[in-house]
């Protein structure tokens, strides 16, 4: 894994995990599925087994970036990188290649979400050497995870034919399926989620950007023109708001011409919402996953979080999660997760900001 | 109402309606419905109406005797009596109506829970009226609530005919009952709710306790005989944990000869779990009851309770009921809502006193 740079990118909130998520104590800092580590330390714990720290950097945001710093004692801490606002992943990526290039112009890429979950570290750590060895060669190399279920949640690849042993060519990029849609990728077996896990050199990215966001390219050099001299943090300041907000999906990767797809079957999820933190957790002989003190009757596929001391007894109720912070408790349909983040879009409406 | 005396029964916990209702803050302590006021302050208020503060009498238990006081500033003190232990309705009848016969041998005695709602104050003072009337003439006296639904949880009375105006003789107690016959006895219209509110002479009741429980009789006796000796709080330690627990209903009414009842419209409710006190609390236009600062997304038919300084969210969650007390959260489905005992004998077992 030679001149191979991990990014990990850490600049989002996660508000489908309010209450526990917050902005100042966004999703990737969070452990949400009693695994005993958060998520970021869990990414940067499974890119470490083949890349060395020195070569993992994480894009984080000015407010939480002394946090990450904490949360990651194990990293240099220039390796940790603050955005001063989040401009998507385009310009994420893009200044983090700058970044990684000036230190070594033969850097390749490997960049990943830092709130994702992976089962399989082994099979990890051999797909991303496969990515990698492709990147090499100068192609746009994605994750694509070999789905298991019609899922509507998630963009999908089209794959072509294979090009090398377990890389497929990517025919298209498509949005979000319908019902009917997902069940025909599924079985026609050539779809692969898009997992947002991407490999590339960095001098390739920014060629990439140069021709399909020129705006952010001319951003990038702007930014780039000034390290080292002694004005580096006001430039930043000054351009890094200005920068267009594009996904690498949109901007970049739909648009290109030559990518390159490694099909992925390790366990992975992006851990969407407060319902897929209980797919993940233990639970008891009734699907209960509870965490400290709690009395049950009749109740069952429960999630519990509550982070004071106090019992819970849940009476005849199922499949709630049910999120205690002490400023806010939070009940849901587990089947409703996806909308808790419409409480967060009215706290917003409403400037609770004590709450966000 | 000359020599009437209400007799008003405060000993009890309410344990359906933990997390709020705790040993040393009883059901009729509280506020279940938002009113404003206690369940025992709405009906010493009601009875005030018609029966003078000096002979409104509660009969409480040991620990809570002074909060009892407390609440209740209106009451002479002398007027608040707390049993030793609880030994159920008819022990608790009988002292009463020792301690009151030795003021009024004359003494009329209207008796209640204290922890009853009743909507309609006016029909209230004429039903009250009219069985304290009757009760005069030397009989045994009830309050039957014409049913409004075919209710499993309550026993009901069997009426004959009428033997003065509203006034109707009762054939038979009859035992809480099956769906099926509680149909037929409100189809039938001659059935109706024994309420557990009763009016009769002191000296009446006390001669049905001679004759029907003569142990609980004897026992009565040498606690009266020890009044006014110097001894009478060591007699009352030693022999009132002695009584026979015996409920008014089974050990005195059933077998009785002479039962009359009065049918009552008044809008009664013992409010028996969080179920009642949801359907008597205010509901905004997704019929959810909810005190204080609160976020709902496609939330309907749910109570909250939370007594601490906290955001509640409800998304996508029906007819639940939710009390946080700081040092327990209760989560019910509405419909279960009597299994709330459940959890309050698990914390016995468990010896949570804490809790309890």
Not at 23 to 31: I, T, V
Not at 320 to 335: N, P, W
């Amino acid at each position: 894994m030679d001149h191979t740079f991990a990014v990990i990118m850490a600049g989002g909130v996660g508000s489908r995990f309010w209450p526990t998520s917050r902005a100042k104590q966004p999703k990737q800092f969070l452990d949400l599925t009693g695994s005993g580590q958060t998520m970021i330390n869990g990414t940067v714990e499974r890119v470490a087994r083949s890349i060395p720290l020195e070569r993992i950097v994480v894009v984080t945001g000015r407010a939480i970036e002394e946090d990450a710093a904490k949360l990651l004692p194990e990293l240099p801490r220039e390796n940790i990188l603050a955005e001063p606002v989040g401009r998507n992943t385009s310009a994420c990526i893009g200044w983090a290649a700058v970044q990684i290039a000036r230190r070594d112009p033969e850097a390749i890429l490997a960049v990943m979400p830092s709130d994702h979950l992976v089962a399989d570290q082994v099979q990890f750590q051999q797909k991303m050497q496969l990515a990698v060895e492709q990147a090499r060669t100068g192609a746009l190399v994605t994750f694509g995870v070999t789905p298991t279920a019609p899922r509507t949640g998630f963009g999908y690849l089209e794959l072509g034919g294979e090009t090398a042993p377990s890389v497929h060519r990517v025919e298209r990029f498509v949005e979000k399926p319908d019902r009917p849609t997902a069940e025909q990728y599924l079985k026609a077996g050539n779809f692969v989620w898009n997992s947002g896990m991407f490999f590339f050199r960095a001098s390739r990215i920014l060629d990439e950007i140069g021709g399909q966001l020129p705006e952010l390219k001319a951003g990038l050099d702007e930014i780039e023109g000034a390290i080292g001299t002694g004005d580096e943090a006001a430039v930043l300041d000054r351009v890094y708001p200005q920068l267009p907000e594009e996904s690498i999906d949109y901007g970049i990767m739909e648009g290109a011409s030559d990518i390159l797809c490694v099909p992925v079957s390790f366990g992975w999820s992006d851990l969407g919402s407060w319902a897929a933190a209980y797919e993940r957790s233990e639970k008891d002989d009734r699907a209960n996953a509870i965490e400290g003190d709690a009395i049950t009757v009749n109740a069952e596929g429960n999630l519990v979080r509550v982070g004071t001391e106090k019992l819970v007894a849940l009476v005849g109720v199922r499949n709630l999660v049910v999120v205690d912070t002490g400023d806010a408790l939070m009940i849901c349909a587990r089947e409703n997760a996806q909308d808790v983040k419409k409480v967060v879009t009215t706290l917003k409406k409403t400037d609770r900001r004590d709450l966000l």
